[in-house]
Nanobody, 123 residues
């Protein structure tokens, strides 16, 4: 089993920044890809950013230039630095892990998931 625990969500004003963290534990040796999806009520989870163990990255278009994903393999931790946040970034952000690259733009049921952390951006 794989356990993913997120932290770092919260309330921030538009234009502000947040740093999300996710610590992985359990049987993670075969899971090369980690990252973040987000979800708002009534919608499917959409990819925010992902990174492989060798540093390949993928970002959703709206995140390019505003967010940076990174990972510390020794600590089994992935980070998402989000800057210039907008109200439309408000969502629950879910950490994920999977073995296949690249992850799809919309979740496909092939991921392990954390429980999520809420990010609220006020205008």
């Amino acid at each position: 089993q794989v356990q993913l625990v997120e932290s770092g969500g919260g309330l921030v004003q538009a234009g502000g920044s947040l740093r999300l963290s996710c610590v992985a534990s359990g049987s993670i040796f075969s899971l090369d890809v980690v990252g973040w999806y987000r979800q708002t009520p009534g919608t499917q989870r959409e990819l925010v950013a992902a990174i492989t163990s060798d540093g390949r990255t993928r970002y959703e278009d709206s995140q390019k230039g505003r967010s940076t994903i990174s990972r510390d393999n020794a600590k089994n931790t992935v980070y998402l630095e989000m800057n210039n946040l907008k109200p439309e970034d408000t969502a629950v952000y879910y950490c994920f892990a999977r073995s296949d690259w690249p992850p799809p733009a919309l979740s496909d049921g092939m991921n392990y998931w954390g429980k999520g952390t809420l990010v609220t951006v006020s205008s």
